[in-house]
């Protein structure tokens, strides 16, 4: 009798903690990464009058429901917060793949790239989110996060905070429609393998840096004997860790693409001042120095076009 009250009471638990907090949070996440992967560009046309369309309620709502069910199953199973995590991620990643029906596209590895960055990022604003304010709850009320966990209502009460700053940032995506994928930083990253594989990575590292961040500070409480000032200084550390990484990374693919339009811009420029020359010297009566003229303006104009070649036959290999 007291088993089936135990099981129906942690039955119960893991109902009501998915529909109040996990779905919430995953929706997030999958609406997060699909529109920034770019699953929604029919927002940009005139005659789009619906958000979400009868055809996407799958690839939204599989991934959200499965995903967030799942998480609660192992949390209340005993599973750590690790695995935990790293479980349904991997749970969003692979259904939001398998919802969007991209297998056949020949496009298709690059999209599952973009997908993975946004995705692992969009992890990371949830963990920013939570950062803010969570381990104040823990350290200021001085009970563990197991505890608050257990009861759903304050769980769901402690989440909301997070939840909106969450939606004010979906919103803003769902408001601009897309504004940051039309950005050429963005473009130049998420287009060519090498600085996708770069981004990949160093997402992920984040990812991982606010995976044990989290488990130490509010499940290990490991600054419960600190003072106040140190707490403060290490969790405002910790937030600032991952934007300060991913703002360095966006700044150097900013340099990156000055250095590649600036380089193209001296290449015409020198071009057009060669052509300039030979115009000028065809109208010259100075015949004897033409032939000479027009041989090193042809070298020039050569080298013009050696290095314009290179760099579309690079890109093709990228795009390749």
């Not at 990464?33 to 958000?51: A, Q, R």
């Not at 997908?115 to 001085?142: D, K, M, N, Q, R």
């Not at 429609?177 to 287009?191: A, Q, V």
């Amino acid at each position: 009798m007291f088993e089936a009250s135990l099981q129906c009471d942690i039955l119960q638990k893991i109902i009501l903690n998915t529909l109040l907090v996990s779905i919430p949070e995953e929706f997030f996440l999958v609406m997060f990464t699909l529109i920034l992967v770019g699953e929604f560009e029919i927002w940009k046309e005139p005659e789009c009058k619906k958000l979400i369309h009868k055809y996407d309620y799958e690839r939204i709502l599989i991934p959200t429901i499965v995903s967030a069910l799942l998480s609660n199953v192992l949390r209340y199973s005993g599973l750590n917060y690790d695995a935990t995590s790293v479980i349904t991620i991997l749970a969003v990643f692979i259904l939001v793949i398998i919802t969007n029906d991209i297998f056949g596209d020949a496009s298709a590895l690059k999209w599952i790239g973009k997908c993975f960055v946004f995705l692992i990022l969009a992890c990371i604003i949830v963990g920013i989110s939570e950062f803010l304010y969570v381990p104040l709850v823990v350290y200021g009320t001085g009970k563990p996060i197991q505890e608050i966990n257990q009861n759903i209502i304050v769980n769901f009460l402690v989440s909301l905070p997070s939840r909106m700053l969450q939606y004010i940032i979906l919103i803003y995506l769902i408001y601009h429609k897309r504004t940051l994928l039309k950005g050429s930083i963005i473009k130049h990253i998420l287009l060519f393998p090498v600085p996708l594989l770069i981004t990949s990575l160093i997402v992920f590292f984040n990812l991982v840096f606010y995976i044990i961040a989290y488990n130490l500070i509010i499940y290990d409480r490991v600054l419960a004997n600190l003072t106040n000032i140190i707490q403060v200084v290490v969790i405002v550390g910790v937030v600032l860790f991952p934007i300060l990484n991913i703002l360095g990374m966006a700044w150097l693919a900013c340099y990156i693409k000055d250095r590649e339009v600036n380089d193209r811009r001296i290449a015409s420029t020198k071009l057009c001042d060669l052509l300039d020359k030979m115009e000028l010297y065809s109208n010259s009566s100075n015949y004897g120095n033409i032939k000479w003229k027009l041989k090193e303006f042809g070298m020039g104009i050569e080298e013009v076009a050696s290095s314009l070649y290179k760099e579309n036959e690079a890109t093709k290999k990228k795009f390749d």
